[in-house]
């Protein structure tokens, strides 16, 4: 079991119909033109940016990413990782989350409701490598995992961020 702790909540941002198209422009394109976002949602400038602007300040923009072909850079592996935990604690939950958000090769780490508690998910070189990554992850927090999961991808037929 994952713990939610509750000084966790976030404000909720308002969100109108040009700030969605804001959203699905940037995520398409994050380098996208000022100028053409405004010019495509029918809006001035200074009146985009400032709803940019106010939606980083909000959190509802967290970042401005770019999304990267992992075999292109020599990281043709993944894995999706199931985690079931046990013996936790706020304090040993937050070490574990830590650890992984620190491992280059942990791209995405996911609490889930179900029969697991954690999704990751985990790129490598090769094989080899993917277990030695696999393998000290669970060597070093035993402790907390009950049971373990891995499936290959094996090939991605999509892969998007959200669309708002």
């Given at each position: 079991m994952v713990l939610v702790s509750a000084h966790k909540t976030k404000k909720i941002s308002q969100i109108d119909e040009f700030d969605r198209k804001i959203l699905n422009m940037l995520s398409d394109n994050g380098r996208e033109k000022l100028l053409n976002i405004a010019r495509d949602i029918r809006l001035s400038v200074p009146s985009t940016k400032a709803r940019i602007d106010r939606l980083v300040a909000d959190g509802v923009i967290t970042k401005f990413t770019i999304q990267v072909d992992t075999e292109k850079t020599g990281m043709p592996i993944g894995v999706h990782a199931?985690?079931?935990?046990?013996?936790?604690?706020e304090e040993k939950q937050d070490e574990f989350i830590n650890h992984l958000k620190k491992n280059k090769n942990v791209i995405d780490i996911f609490s889930i409701i179900g029969d697991v508690d954690l999704l990751l998910v985990v790129i490598a070189r090769d094989s080899a490598d993917m277990n030695r990554i696999l393998f000290k992850i669970r060597h070093d927090f035993t402790d907390l995992i009950a049971d373990w999961e891995t499936n290959y991808i094996m090939k991605i037929y999509k892969l998007e961020d959200y669309s708002y």
């Amino acid at each position: 079991m994952v713990l939610v702790s509750a000084h966790k909540t976030k404000k909720i941002s308002q969100i109108d119909e040009f700030d969605r198209k804001i959203l699905n422009m940037l995520s398409d394109n994050g380098r996208e033109k000022l100028l053409n976002i405004a010019r495509d949602i029918r809006l001035s400038v200074p009146s985009t940016k400032a709803r940019i602007d106010r939606l980083v300040a909000d959190g509802v923009i967290t970042k401005f990413t770019i999304q990267v072909d992992t075999e292109k850079t020599g990281m043709p592996i993944g894995v999706h990782a199931r985690i079931k935990l046990k013996n936790i604690t706020e304090e040993k939950q937050d070490e574990f989350i830590n650890h992984l958000k620190k491992n280059k090769n942990v791209i995405d780490i996911f609490s889930i409701i179900g029969d697991v508690d954690l999704l990751l998910v985990v790129i490598a070189r090769d094989s080899a490598d993917m277990n030695r990554i696999l393998f000290k992850i669970r060597h070093d927090f035993t402790d907390l995992i009950a049971d373990w999961e891995t499936n290959y991808i094996m090939k991605i037929y999509k892969l998007e961020d959200y669309s708002y």
